[in-house]
């Protein structure tokens, strides 16, 4: 076996330990410094990871593939960690107890979200999925003594180990109709001849535990409180790694092991795709908190994403890639904003965002473009990654489904410019300015000019998200 | 088919009537001379002492918790014992690096204090 | 002779009860146990699945060994909660849970 491939997963999960090894042996006035330590080591994991991105290949028999996709979502995963670990250095020692089992356990679930993308067996693929939710669920109750935050973890618990023993029930019935656990296996054993009423049975429960996990309609219940409750960097990293990872197991899992029973997910994803759109957007315009509201907010976006596999083309795949790396930016830039708020006023209410230009320009502006990118307004990527969606699925002759997506972008962004609008017309409450730590300040100007960068030119991007696509249609 | 299993459904029903059967014996021959201190709670022949509905201290919880998480990950120990020897050497260092991670987390609940009986 | 469906009803039964008392009860650690019950039905599934299609092959009961292990962490982590909530609001119902809203 080529242990080889295993580089980066071996660096990461080594990297976990070691922090909590640290967490452990620092003395207490020291460890500050672990969250730059982890800031630092994650930065050069992310440069092994884009040194090894051409690598491809199986390991374990065929349970782990590493090929351009996962290395793809690998990359996406860990500038998102590096995002995130980056300004939840100021929040996490504002909290003072307990940093290296924060940046331990933020390590720990960055390994589970890499095991998902490139698990090739239902067994490795739930092991990567348990290796994500529980660091997660952890990682949610942080706040010791805080009510919202213990009730939000244990909401998370609760919910996702339902939908985790869901999911386990359609896995244990698929591993029943093929035989295998295996995708390559189970390729060869569903096919379109043979679907049965076991295989509808499996895929239906797969499709509600995958739907929790990226939070579909009518499974997206969990994702506002526990948004709203989780410590502000714990909220954008569920929002952005979790999401993606399941998105990036779902595509495996129903591209390369049941792409035979398309007919029977099919429909049923183009009936929550659309419903995850329409309830996601318009329940995000009443919201007050600015994390309830981003929570809608991501539920709408994981609809926009859910667009890519109804399209179920080389152009859909692409266009989801795409969309993923900008959603990581613009996400990560909102978020930084919001917690550097909340750790100097402990309020995450948008009335209180008022007069923001006047506080903190910085922090007003870097908000602004990274809404105006999640709503799609040109020049900004996230106007780049809808129209690569919409054109993947109109390619396909799902008019109505562009159509609804495009009016209700059109309705997201009007809840986006309620903040704006707060945030530059109203009239300050307090004048004293926001201070904006150096981490937040890096997130910030990164992830602005990411979202501008790749809205002014995305051809790069597009071109690698279309070679790593054609993994599943090979030309 | 079924015949296998009438001697298991005989016992079965058997076993389910025989304690109404001793208890409705007891019943008719016992005699019933009951007095105050008969009817008191039994608790090793002892008098019983404070109210039964105590709190137990938070310590047992924590102990309980690591206790099973420690016992359940050695479920991974049996197969590989067993097969040990066709296994060979890769499967021996992937059980070292195991149960060092084990330890690992053992050395954490132990720094962190939930071994201390408070 | 017990056949392969006689396995596959009881796991159902045990899924939807466990299903049943997961949405239904009002104790934090009733529920959990519920899902337990449901992630034991699940065992069942891998088990008799493995018995009856493949029994030389034993992916079923390996499988069915992690989940349990997996299952184990996640009552670790849960019971911590409950523990760190109750030490909170001296209360395990779910119900009390309006801090957020449901």
Request: proline residues 3%; charged residues 10%.
């Amino acid at each position: 076996m080529n242990l080889s491939l295993l580089t980066l997963e071996i660096v990461v999960a080594t990297l976990a330990l070691f922090i909590f090894i640290l967490g452990l042996v620092a003395p207490a006035n020291q460890k500050r410094g672990i969250g730059y330590f982890t800031v630092l080591s994650l930065v050069v994991s992310l440069i092994i990871a884009i040194i090894l991105h051409g690598e491809s290949g199986t390991a374990f028999g065929t349970m782990y593939v590493v090929d351009p996709f996962s290395s793809y979502f690998k990359i996406a995963f860990l500038i998102a960690a590096v995002l995130v670990t980056m300004f939840s250095i100021s929040y996490v020692n504002k909290l003072g107890y307990n940093q290296g089992e924060f940046f331990a356990l933020t390590v720990l679930a960055l390994l589970g979200m890499m095991i998902m993308s490139s698990a090739a067996d239902f067994i490795t693929f739930y092991l990567g999925l348990e290796m994500m939710t529980i660091p997660f669920i952890i990682l949610t109750a942080f706040r010791y003594g805080d009510k919202a935050s213990s009730e939000a973890g244990m909401k998370y618990m609760l919910l996702s180990a339902m939908s985790s023993a869901v999911l386990l029930y359609g896995l244990s019935i698929l591993y029943g109709a093929a035989g295998s656990t295996l995708y390559s296996d189970v390729i060869n054993v569903i096919t379109g001849d043979n679907i049965d009423a076991l295989t509808v049975i499996g895929l239906v429960f797969l499709l509600a535990g995958f739907g929790f996990k990226i939070s579909m309609v009518p499974f997206h219940m969990w994702s506002p409180d526990i948004y709203q409750g989780a410590p502000t960097p714990v909220t954008a990293f569920l929002a952005i790694g979790s999401k993606a990872a399941a998105l990036a197991a779902m595509i495996r899992m129903f591209m390369i092991a049941l792409p035979e029973t398309r007919e029977v997910w099919m429909t049923l994803v183009i009936v929550l795709c659309a419903m995850t759109i329409v309830l996601g957007n318009f329940v995000a315009i009443p919201q007050t908190n600015i994390k309830r509201m981003l929570a809608y907010s991501s539920i709408a976006h994981a609809g926009y994403l859910l667009m890519g596999l109804v399209a179920f083309t080389n152009l859909g795949i692409s266009a989801i890639l795409y969309y993923v790396m900008i959603y990581v930016f613009a996400n990560a830039g909102a978020f930084a904003c919001v917690n550097e708020f909340g750790n100097m006023t402990g309020s995450d209410e948008i009335k209180d965002y008022t007069g923001m230009w006047k506080r903190s320009p910085l922090i007003a502006s870097v908000m602004l473009l990274c809404l105006l990118s999640l709503g799609g307004i040109p020049p900004l990527a996230g106007f780049v990654g809808k129209f690569y969606l919409f054109t993947a699925i109109i390619d396909q002759g799902y008019i109505w489904l562009a159509f609804l997506g495009i009016g209700m972008s059109m309705v997201s962004v009007y809840y986006y410019l309620i903040v704006v609008k707060v945030m530059f017309l109203g009239k300050p409450v307090e004048e004293t300015s926001v201070p904006v730590s150096l981490g937040a300040k890096t997130v910030m100007f990164v992830s602005a000019v990411a979202s501008l960068f790749l809205g002014l030119y995305p051809a790069p991007l597009t071109d690698i998200a279309t070679k790593v696509a054609q993994l599943f249609f090979p030309m | 088919m079924l015949q296998q299993y009438s001697g298991l459904g005989i016992y079965l029903i058997a076993a389910i009537i025989f304690p109404f059967i001793i208890v409705f014996v007891a019943l008719i021959l016992g005699p019933k001379r009951p007095n105050p201190e008969k009817l008191t709670t039994y608790e090793c022949g002892l008098d019983t002492q404070g109210p039964t509905w105590v709190q137990f201290k938070i310590n047992y919880f924590l102990y309980a918790l690591v206790f099973v998480v420690f016992d359940v990950e050695t479920v991974f120990l049996y197969p590989w014992a067993v097969k040990f020897q066709a296994l060979g050497l890769f499967a021996f260092i992937e059980m070292i690096i195991f149960i060092a991670i084990l330890v690992i987390g053992l050395w954490y609940a132990w720094k962190e204090g939930a071994l201390e009986w408070m | 002779m017990i056949t392969l469906e006689y396995y596959l009803i009881l796991a159902a039964a045990l899924f939807c009860i466990g299903l049943f008392g997961a949405v239904a009860k009002k104790n934090a650690v009733a529920v959990l146990m519920s899902i337990e019950l449901m992630l034991n039905s699940v065992n069942i599934n891998l088990v008799a699945f493995n018995r009856f299609l493949a029994p030389s092959q034993l992916v079923g009961h390996v499988f069915a060994i992690f989940v349990i292990v997996v299952a184990a962490a996640e009552v670790a982590v849960g019971l911590a909660i409950v523990i760190s909530i109750y030490r909170d609001r001296f209360s395990t119902e779910v119900d009390n849970l309006d801090w957020l809203k449901w």
